[in-house]
């Protein structure tokens, strides 16, 4: 795995190229099951508006018969027979077809991942519960740490219209590779307090107040949610930076190198070439490519090449 590389194309053939254990953070924000299509925006003076027909991935999903059984030896059997049984829950819908996608691509993650390794998968409550399955098998269930509850804003606009409870937050499912022995640096997961504060009583933690598994900080909103943001550059499912800065901080060492094989819009690498860390990313849209490529750029940091892979 080449240090400071973006790879356009399929993540699956690029990642069966690289060497067992070459990642020791892997952070992934792949599609989401939406059945939808995403463009790129351009944002000015407040105003948002697609940037004409430019796509920065589909999120459409078909289940397509033989496809599972086309995996063939590439998947474990207790992966197989997962998906079977999903698929036959659910009928062979799109989340299914969604989740053969995904299920060979986590076993390639997992190969990939050093032995003190951590891997954050960034997802939705409608997958969620599916991928934390699919990870149970690929992982071990024992390799679960924590699922982390991301708010993404405030609720306002549009999301204050659903004829439900308003849904206001992503899930980042954290898993690592050995249970006994992974990187995880304890006091980098501390906010620091006020300034002034002082605990009644005295004995407060010097290093300020530990961050729990729920993430509402308003400075890790979305930067869709701000509209000031000077973070935004056009690709739709950007998230902050702080949020992968804090994963980054905690889950990861300098010089460690840092794998997001769904690039999008840039954000991880960005966040772990600021910690000096090393970065790998990977993405089949061209248009998320030269996102992220404008975006190393304007932080005047060196974009290599990227290679093609089918």
Same mark, same amino acid.
């Given at each position: ?117 951590? +891997? ?7 997958? &969620?519960?599916?991928?934390?399955? @699919? *990870? #149970?098998?690929?992982? %071990? ?101 702080? +949020? ?7 889950? &990861?060492?300098?010089?460690?190198? @840092? *794998? #997001?094989?769904?690039? %999008? ?46």
């Amino acid at each position: 795995m080449e240090s400071n590389s973006l790879y356009l194309g399929d993540n699956l053939a690029v990642m069966r190229g690289m060497q067992d254990g070459a990642a020791d953070l892997i952070y992934l924000d792949p599609p989401f099951a939406s059945q939808q299509e995403y463009g790129i925006f351009l944002h000015s003076g407040g105003e948002i508006a697609q940037a004409g027909d430019a796509t920065a991935f589909s999120d459409i999903w078909r289940w397509r018969a033989g496809e599972l059984e086309a995996l063939g030896e590439s998947l474990p059997v207790r992966i197989g027979s997962l998906l079977c049984a999903i698929a036959e829950m659910r009928g062979s819908d799109p989340l299914s077809a969604y989740l053969v996608m995904m299920a060979p691509r986590l076993v390639e993650l997992r190969r990939l991942l050093a032995p003190d390794g951590s +891997l954050y998968l960034h997802c939705d409550p409608n997958a &969620s519960h599916y991928l934390k399955a @699919l *990870l #149970d098998a690929v992982f %071990g269930a024992d390799c679960f740490r924590r699922e982390i509850v991301w708010r993404s804003g405030w609720v306002s606009g549009f999301k204050s219209h659903a004829r439900n409870w308003v849904r206001n937050h992503d899930v980042i499912l954290y898993y690592v590779r050995d249970a006994r022995s992974f990187t995880f640096n304890t006091e980098e997961r501390f906010k620091p307090h006020p300034k002034g504060y002082e605990r009644r009583g005295g004995g407060g933690n010097p290093l300020g107040t530990a961050i729990d598994d729920v993430w509402e900080d308003p400075d890790l909103y979305s930067p869709w949610i701000m509209s000031f943001s000077t973070e935004k550059r056009g690709y739709a499912t950007q998230k902050p930076v702080k +949020l992968l800065d804090r994963i980054v901080r905690v889950s &990861s060492r300098p010089g460690d190198h @840092l *794998l #997001d094989p769904f690039c %999008g819009g840039g954000t991880a690498l960005v966040a772990a070439q600021a910690l000096g860390r090393r970065w790998t990313g990977i993405d089949s849209s061209p248009a998320a490519i030269s996102v992220t490529r404008a975006r190393l750029a304007e932080a005047g940091i060196f974009a290599p090449d990227y290679d093609y892979r089918e």
